[in-house]
């Protein structure tokens, strides 16, 4: 073998070698805290906090990112999604732009409200019943803007009855937006 070949072994040997090795599991961007749940909010220097309390991680997409938490004691499923604020610049222009694009994408929607919870702003809607089938879903979009970041929060409950709706209240007043490096 000639020198240049030897060469090209030991550096497709040592590609190699980087392949097999181990890779350790990145820290997903959600964390369950104990008493509060925190997801590292993309491209920023935040956490959004909630209450714990009875949710579980249905599906962690760190990638898109998506997280996805249901709570089987109240029957509440709450999302977060995150993008940029690159359509809407404010909590209430996020709304109106999300209820807007809804409304057309699903006319069938029924109930549709407009609300302001504490300093964020939201939607609702019902769905209606399908082939039949009323499974009397409600559905909250509330809309945070922090740091050029939109992120939706997705509420939803099946059976839902008006006496359900402090339920979404109550979870959208208690998120909390906070630095990371202020909680060291």
């Not at 938490?69 to 909590?91: G, I, M, W």
């Not at 732009?97 to 549709?112: E, S």
Request: aromatic residues 10%.
């Amino acid at each position: 073998m000639n020198k240049n070949s030897w060469g090209c072994l030991v550096v497709l040997g040592a590609l190699l070698a980087a392949c097999a090795a181990p890779v350790s599991k990145p820290v997903s961007s959600i964390q369950n805290k104990g008493s509060v749940y925190s997801i590292a909010v993309p491209s920023t220097a935040l956490a959004l906090e909630f209450p714990a309390d009875g949710f579980k991680i249905a599906q962690a997409d760190d990638y898109r990112p998506y997280y996805f938490l249901t709570n089987d004691k109240t029957r509440l499923n709450v999302s977060f999604n995150f993008e940029p604020a690159a359509k809407c610049s404010t909590s209430e222009a996020c709304r109106d732009y999300f209820a807007g694009r809804m409304k057309g994408a699903y006319p069938n929607k029924t109930n549709w409200r407009s609300s302001k919870v504490g300093d964020v702003y939201a939607s609702e809607n019902l769905d209606a019943p399908v082939n039949g089938l009323d499974l009397r879903q409600q559905h909250m979009n509330a809309h945070i803007i922090r740091d050029g970041v939109w992120i939706d929060v997705h509420l939803s409950k099946v059976r839902y009855q008006e006496a359900d709706r402090e339920l979404f209240l109550n979870f959208v007043r208690s998120i909390r937006v906070r630095s990371i490096t202020a909680r060291a």
